[in-house]
């Protein structure tokens, strides 16, 4: 994917989510994301989409065997967790002192 047209997304690392669609769809059940995949769309999300990964001894990991991770889901599937309203909410952008500021729909309040 070229930087020139690169997407923009409301989700961070660290923020609260919930899962809208698909297999772990909770949504009230907020739960953190771990890791933001830009170039293909997805994000790692804690204790979602877990699956079993065949492992083989290293250095690491001197026994190997099967180990329980989380995969990534696409970013359509999950939507941010506005604290006070305690329920899934949309976002805005907006400037404020020349820094760009995500604003929740639903309550009004900054997303830290």
Known sequence: MSNRFKPKYNIKKGD???IIAGD???LKKPRTVLKVIVDKSRVVVEGANIVTKHTK???NNT???IVKVEAP???SNI???DAKAAAPAKIKRTRENGKLVRISKK???VIK
């Open 73 to 75: 889901i696409h970013i």
């Open 24 to 26: 772990d769809k909770d």
């Open 107 to 109: 309550s009004g309040e």
């Open 16 to 18: 609260q989510v919930v």
């Open 57 to 59: 001894p290293s250095a």
């Open 79 to 81: 939507q941010l967790w």
């Open 63 to 65: 026994q190997g065997g």
